[in-house]
């Protein structure tokens, strides 16, 4: 505990110690003392929290306000005193200990985002210097329900809440902003203490949770899954570049109907769509352009101030841009494999940019309703390997994950440019097949950076950065493939931690204000 504390103080000077992590609280807790002496600077929570409230410490209430005496003793500024812990106290005990800490009480509810309104009554009957409820989102709309509830009580009261779970995210990030002092991120990843945690650094660089005020604007991916996504890594660097006001966020949404509910109440100015709502989402809008209408799906939404919404498909440009800068598409003769919402979106796009289309398709039927839909031509499979091309776009899924599996065979590879739209992972089994060949590969990260450029551009009116775009999810699929391939995950040593030259004495702990937790949380 101590080492991690040492790599990461510099960076976070406000932490919590989740002391129930420790298998003899107790005895640990002298050998802290060292690090809180020579670290006056940081502001520190300890936490003992007891195992039938979620926590790891297999002791009594007696056993977890003993450790939290002793933290704050030794100079620990804010204890974490679970609701139903301080409801088993004596009066005379609770002041005790709120007399010599800072003292948070929270609750925590693992299961739901209900009733926060009653808990909060019974908890702020207690005197305490913060208070902290903590729910579990099992739908986008709980994280409306928790910033409201900050939104009503963060005036009169010092508030810290947050939807716990993988569709909390929005709370994590824009509860802040409703008036949570503070929120809480892991020291890295794989060492979340909660569900749907993300880590202190992600919250910094991606998100910019220290920038987000009132006045910054809300926009996301929706889909599900869409945990893996690589658009907030892309599009919040887009921001950050160009200097817009505005966060990222992926929103887990289990049903349409969710989402719809959620953006009517959180004030979100745009959309990426993802899978499987592409298609349903066109009944919503207000209005769409006129590709999007032929197309029928729509991946950008735009969200007027007074709540309508306008869809467009930018998955036009992410195959046409690419292609653009590579050839001349009017005449160009375009094989398109797949019939799903790509493939179309290719179609419409390529047939109005003058390509001669062709499209062949796992189910014939439904790739000969695509071609008559597009005016384009449709080809049995058996007759691909007899025609040439300028361009082969794989549409389909066949080569994502292990990359092993290929949508065509290498007699079929009759072509210039092959376009992968597939980009997990980085090189397939056709695109080495293409490469072998001597044609040229076009890789389907291209696709995702300018699908994603043409939505800052709707968004923003800016030009969007796409260089910055570009290498940002680069470096992130880079990781994501290093930390997939090692065999175990990295963990500081002793030779990683620099100890701290300067040692002081820490001076006596004050009670944290809020104006100071707000200070020590930047
Ligand atoms: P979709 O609507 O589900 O369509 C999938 C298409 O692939 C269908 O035509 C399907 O044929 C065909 N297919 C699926 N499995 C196949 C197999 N084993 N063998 C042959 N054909 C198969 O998906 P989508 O939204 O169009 O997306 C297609 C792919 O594009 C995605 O999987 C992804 O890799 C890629 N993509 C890339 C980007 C990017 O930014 N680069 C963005 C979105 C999507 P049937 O009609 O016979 O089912």
Not at 78 to 101: C, G, H, I
Not at 226 to 242: K, T, Y
Not at 470 to 493: G, M
Not at 512 to 518: A, F, H, L, N, Y
Request: hydrophobic share 40%.
């Amino acid at each position: 505990m101590i080492e991690r504390a040492e790599s990461l103080v510099r960076d976070n000077p406000f932490m919590e110690f989740r002391l129930d992590y420790l298998s003899q609280p107790m005895t640990g807790l002298p050998k802290l003392r060292s690090f809180l002496e020579m670290h006056p600077e940081a502001t520190i929570i300890a936490t003992c929290r007891r195992a039938v409230n979620g926590g790891k410490l297999k002791g009594t209430v007696a056993a977890e306000v003993a450790v939290l005496l002793k933290a704050a003793d030794l100079g620990f500024q804010l204890v974490d005193l679970e609701f139903q812990s301080v409801q088993a106290l004596k009066a005379t005990d609770l002041q005790e200990l709120s007399n010599r800490v800072g003292l948070i009480i929270s609750h925590h509810n693992f299961r739901a985002t209900k009733k926060l309104e009653e808990q909060f009554e019974e908890m702020s009957r207690y005197p305490a210097d913060f208070y902290k409820v903590v729910s579990t989102a099992t739908n986008l709309y709980d994280n409306v329900v928790m910033m409201k509830f900050l939104e009503a009580h963060s005036g009169k009261h010092e508030m810290v809440g947050l939807c716990m779970g993988e569709q909390g995210i929005i709370s994590r990030v824009l509860g802040v902003r409703a008036g949570s002092i503070f929120t809480f991120g892991a020291a890295t990843r794989g060492e979340e203490t909660g569900p749907g945690q993300v880590t202190a650094s992600e919250l910094r660089d991606v998100y910019r949770i220290d920038s987000v005020d009132a006045a910054t604007q809300v926009y996301g991916v929706a889909g599900d899954p869409v945990e893996h996504s690589l658009s907030p890594v892309m599009m919040n660097a887009a921001f950050r570049r160009e200097t817009v006001n505005a966060v990222y966020l992926a929103l887990h949404a289990k049903s349409l109907k969710d989402l719809l509910a959620c953006v009517r109440d959180i004030p979100i100015r745009g959309l990426s769509i993802t899978m499987p709502y592409k298609q349903a989402i066109v009944a919503e809008l207000e209005n769409s352009d006129p590709l999007t209408r032929q197309i029928g799906a729509c991946n950008t939404i735009v969200r007027s101030l007074e709540g309508k919404l306008y869809g467009f498909n930018t998955d036009v440009a992410g195959v046409v841009v690419p292609l653009e800068q590579r050839l001349h598409l009017a005449g160009a003769r375009v094989l398109i494999v797949g019939a799903g919402g790509v493939a179309r979106a290719a179609a419409f796009g390529l047939k109005a940019k003058g390509a001669e289309v062709f499209i062949t398709n796992r189910t014939a039927e439904k790739g000969q309703t695509l071609a008559r839909q597009a005016k384009v031509k449709y080809l049995k499979r058996p007759d691909v390997a007899k025609h040439s091309f300028d361009v082969i776009i794989n549409a389909t899924p066949v080569g994502m994950g292990n990359g092993k599996a290929s949508p065509l065979e290498e007699k079929e590879l009759n072509t210039k440019y092959l376009f992968d739209l597939v980009y997990v992972p980085a090189e397939t089994k056709l695109t080495k097949m293409a490469s072998a060949k001597g044609i040229q590969v076009i890789p389907g990260l291209e696709m995702f950076v300018q699908q994603g450029a043409r939505q800052f551009e709707i968004w923003s009116g800016k030009p969007a950065p796409v260089a910055e775009m570009a290498y940002v999810v680069t470096k992130a699929l880079e990781r994501r493939t290093a930390e997939e391939s090692a065999a175990e995950p990295a963990t500081a040593t002793r030779k990683t931690i620099r100890p701290t030259a300067r040692r002081a004495t820490r001076p006596a702990a004050k009670k944290p204000t809020r104006k100071t937790v707000k200070a020590a949380r930047r």
